[in-house]
C-alpha cells in the first residue's frame, strides 16, 4: 500500500491507544505479522521539543518497531513542525496528527464563520508541518461533531490540498463517545471526499469479517484497528490472510494466548523496568484474559502483580482452577466458551449493544 513515500507490506494499521501502544505492546503486535504501520500514544509537541522524559518515552523504539508514525497533539504551529522535524530526524516513518473533530457549536460565533476560520488555521498549521517534512504527514479525526455536523469530509479534502498523505477517520461523531454505531456511509463520504489519498477507516473492528464489510462497504484503503487488537493481537494476521484468501485461521488456543501474553508482559519488563513493567501490565493481562473463558480468578490476582516471577504464579493457580471448566480434552466446556465480540455494524438490527468491545476506564471519551 502506498503511504506518501511509504509503501507499507498491508493496508492494516495499529491505532493509537493512549496508555496501550506502547513500544511492548505495538512489538507484540508486530511479531504476529500483518500490521503495516503501528501509531504511538498520543504525544504533546511541546512536552516533545522540551525532551520531557515522559514525551521521550513515549516515542521510544527500537529496529523491529518499523515503520513507526509518531501522533503529535497541539495546537502551535511552530511547535507542532519542529517536533514533526525532530521526529523525522529521529528516523521515525511518519507523523500524524491528533485533530479531534472540529468543534463547530463550540468556536460558532455567528453563522458558523469561525468554523471555517478554524479550518483555515488547520490547514495552515497542518501545510507547515508538510513543507517541513520528507516524511508523509498524516491526520486522524471523528465523523465531526454530531449527526447534524459531520465535518470530516470538508477538512479531509482541505487537508489534501496542504499535502496530508493521508487520512484516518473513526466512523463516529464526538458526541457518541464509544457508543452507539460505527457509521459506514460517514467514512464513505469521507473516502468520497479527497480525490486520490488514502482513507483509513477505523471504528469497533474486533474480526476479518468486520473488516473485509468496512473496506466493501466505505471504499476506504485501509483499516485501523484500536481496541479490537488489544482484545486479539492475532487480528492482523487473521486478516490479513482472510482478505487475501477469503479463508479463516484457527483461533489460537489457551496456550498460544498464554505465550503471547508472557512476551508481552517480559517485553514491558524489558522497557519499563520490573517494578513499573508489572504495574503496568495490571491493566493489560485482563484483556488477554478475556478469551480465557472464566477469568476472575486469574484477573483478581494479576491486578496486584508486582514481580515477574509472581506471574508465574498466578497463572500456575489460575490454570488448576480454570481445569473445572475443561472437557477431557482439555477444551473449555461450550458453555463457558467467550462469547465473541460484534462490531456494531455487523450487528442484527435490534441487537443490543452488550456484545461490544469494552473500552478501558480513563478520559478516552474525546477520542
Ligand atoms: C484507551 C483509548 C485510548 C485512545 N487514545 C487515542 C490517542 O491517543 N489518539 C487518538 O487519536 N485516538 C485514541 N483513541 C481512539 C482510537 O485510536 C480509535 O480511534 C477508537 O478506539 C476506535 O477504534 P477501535 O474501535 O478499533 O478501538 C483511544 C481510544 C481508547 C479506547
Request: hydrophobic letters at 45%; aromatic letters at 8%; a positive charge.
Amino acid at each position: 500500500m502506498r503511504f506518501g513515500s511509504l509503501t507499507l507490506e498491508s493496508n492494516l494499521f495499529l491505532s493509537p491507544l493512549a496508555g496501550y501502544t506502547n513500544l511492548p505492546f505495538r512489538l507484540v503486535v508486530r511479531e504476529m505479522g500483518g500490521v503495516g504501520l503501528c501509531t504511538t500514544d498520543l504525544v504533546n509537541a511541546r512536552s516533545l521539543l522540551e525532551r520531557n522524559p515522559k514525551a521521550l518515552k513515549l516515542i521510544e523504539t527500537s529496529p523491529a518497531d518499523r515503520p513507526l508514525a509518531v501522533q503529535l497533539f497541539g495546537a502551535v504551529p511552530e511547535q507542532m513542525r519542529d517536533a514533526a522535524l525532530q521526529l523525522e530526524a529521529l528516523g521515525v516513518a511518519s507523523v500524524d496528527i491528533n485533530m479531534g473533530c472540529p468543534v463547530r457549536k463550540v468556536c460558532r460565533v455567528g453563522g458558523g464563520s469561525a468554523m471555517m476560520t478554524e479550518l483555515d488555521k488547520t490547514s495552515r498549521l497542518v501545510k507547515a508541518m508538510v513543507d517541513a517534512v520528507n516524511i508523509p504527514v498524516t491526520a486522524k479525526m471523528r465523523l465531526g461533531w454530531d449527526d447534524d455536523n459531520l465535518t470530516a469530509p470538508d477538512l479531509a479534502r482541505v487537508l489534501e490540498a496542504v499535502g496530508v498523505a493521508a487520512i484516518f477517520v473513526h466512523g463516529r461523531t464526538r458526541a457518541q463517545g464509544f457508543g452507539g454505531t460505527v457509521n459506514l456511509a460517514g467514512i464513505r463520504a469521507v473516502a468520497q471526499a479527497v480525490a486520490s489519498i488514502p482513507v483509513i477507516g477505523n471504528g469497533d473492528v474486533t474480526t476479518p469479517q468486520a473488516a473485509r464489510k468496512m473496506l466493501a462497504e466505505t471504499g476506504c484503503a485501509g483499516v485501523s484497528v484500536g481496541r479490537g487488537a488489544f482484545y486479539d493481537p492475532w487480528i492482523f494476521q487473521h486478516t490479513r490472510h482472510y482478505l487475501e484468501t477469503g479463508a479463516l485461521l484457527p483461533e489460537p488456543d489457551f496456550e498460544q494466548r498464554v505465550q503471547v501474553m508472557r512476551r508481552h508482559l517480559d517485553l514491558m519488563v524489558a522497557v519499563f523496568g520490573e517494578e513499573h513493567g508489572c504495574r503496568m501490565f495490571r491493566k493489560v493481562a485482563p484483556w488477554y484474559a478475556k478469551r480465557f473463558g472464566p477469568s476472575h480468578e486469574f484477573n483478581r490476582r494479576v491486578v496486584a502483580l508486582s514481580r515477574r516471577a509472581e506471574f508465574e504464579e498466578i497463572l500456575g493457580h489460575y490454570r488448576r482452577w480454570r481445569a473445572q471448566f475443561l472437557d477431557e480434552n482439555g477444551d473449555l466446556k461450550p458453555r463457558f466458551q467467550p462469547q465473541p465480540l460484534v462490531a456494531s455494524f455487523m450487528r442484527s438490527p435490534g441487537a443490543t449493544e452488550r456484545n461490544q468491545i469494552p473500552v478501558p476506564r480513563g478520559p478516552v471519551e474525546v477520542w
